[in-house]
């Protein structure tokens, strides 16, 4: 393959500040995901002197049938263009899985085949859907992890999210700033480690957005947690998974966990947690009792 095309100059012209951040992401990402791959893994010797971990860049460059200065411009943040052919080849050379793929074409600026949608509102109707789940929990979600409205059994499942400011209804924020929540989450550094692998996989298209960068910044200040997670570099589908929850007022509750998306893109969502057993199934019942007593949730 023959790059004369793509391997041009960076660009002097302005950008905007997301194009940029986006680049460093891009950077960022392409040498995490060089410097996990053994030489061995894609035919390569390894060598006596090899001091570089994982791949070299000009052994990148070599796999892809990119030029070594071009790609080496792609890890320096460079403003260049990038087709789609070559990123088909990077993440080829890269041995990408598919959401890691998804999320290096949407850091390099390239054309998502999924229409965009915009996030709908919360309405009576939604609203109804929530509560007709209980005494089962269940929340609507954007893809910042906002929680937008949530059902009475939700709002006592982890925390009083009542007591909670609504600007704090962020499951993110919660999982990693919020002691009572974090102690209500039995596999917790798991938890973490899944939500900022999706919280980074989100982010790709909302790079130059304020929300998204006051949320990365204060999650970045307050919690060790976080910055340990994110520097990862990882990216993961959103998918369907077994919780376990340690609730203070009925015990251990297991419950398998599904996202119900409200569009065809991946954005807002409601969040379900059906019990994977009798005994949460009870449990359950008995903690939607206690938050029906405590009275109606508020709209947000």
């Known amino acids: 393959m023959t790059t004369t095309a793509q391997e041009t100059a960076p660009h002097s012209r302005p950008r905007d500040e997301g194009s940029a951040?986006?680049?460093?992401?891009?950077?960022?990402?392409?040498?995490?995901?060089?410097?996990?791959?053994a030489p061995e893994q894609v035919g390569l010797p390894r060598g006596r002197r090899r001091r570089t971990p994982g791949l070299r860049r000009e052994?990148?460059?070599?796999?892809?049938?990119?030029?070594?200065?071009?790609?080496?411009?792609?890890?320096?943040?460079?403003?260049?263009?990038?087709?789609?052919?070559?990123l088909d080849a990077l993440a080829r050379a890269l041995l990408l899985d598919p959401t890691e793929r998804a999320h290096l074409f949407q850091l390099a600026g390239a054309v998502d085949p999924t229409p965009a949608t915009a996030c709908p509102s919360v309405t009576p109707a939604l609203r109804s859907v929530l509560e007709q789940f209980e005494p089962y929990p269940a929340c609507v979600q954007n893809s910042r992890y906002d929680i937008l409205a949530h059902n009475r059994t939700y709002g006592l499942l982890l925390?009083?999210?009542?007591?909670?400011?609504?600007?704090?209804?962020?499951?993110?924020?919660?999982?990693?700033?919020?002691?009572?929540?974090?102690?209500?989450?039995?596999?917790?550094?798991?938890?973490?480690?899944?939500?900022?692998?999706?919280?980074?996989?989100?982010?790709?298209?909302?790079?130059?957005?304020?929300?998204?960068?006051?949320?990365?910044?204060?999650?970045s200040a307050q919690s060790?947690?976080?910055?340990?997670?994110?520097?990862?570099?990882?990216?993961?589908?959103?998918?369907?998974?077994?919780?376990?929850?340690?609730n203070r007022y009925v015990g251990r509750v297991r419950v398998d966990h599904t996202d119900l998306w409200l569009g065809p893109g991946a954005g807002p969502r409601m969040v379900t947690?059906?019990?994977?057993?009798?005994?949460?199934?009870?449990r359950l019942e008995r903690l939607h009792a206690i938050a029906l007593e405590r009275g109606p949730t508020s709209p947000g």
């Not at 951040?21 to 791959?37: G, K, N, Q, T, Y």
């Not at 052994?59 to 070559?86: K, N």
């Not at 947690?273 to 009870?282: F, G, I, K, L, Q």
């Open 224 to 246: 060790p947690d976080f910055r340990e997670a994110w520097d990862r570099h990882e990216v993961v589908a959103h998918r369907g998974k077994r919780k376990e929850f340690l």
């Open 159 to 219: 925390c009083d999210l009542e007591a909670v400011p609504p600007e704090d209804r962020n499951c993110m924020v919660l999982s990693f700033t919020h002691d009572e929540w974090r102690s209500s989450i039995v596999h917790l550094e798991e938890t973490q480690r899944v939500m900022a692998a999706r919280f980074r996989a989100s982010m790709a298209t909302h790079l130059g957005e304020p929300a998204w960068k006051m949320l990365l910044k204060r999650l």
């Open 21 to 37: 951040v986006r680049r460093h992401e891009l950077a960022a990402f392409l040498r995490s995901r060089r410097e996990r791959i």
């Open 59 to 86: 052994e990148v460059a070599q796999l892809s049938a990119v030029g070594v200065t071009w790609y080496t411009w792609l890890e320096q943040a460079r403003d260049i263009q990038v087709s789609v052919q070559v």
């Open 273 to 282: 947690y059906v019990p994977a057993d009798e005994a949460s199934r009870e």
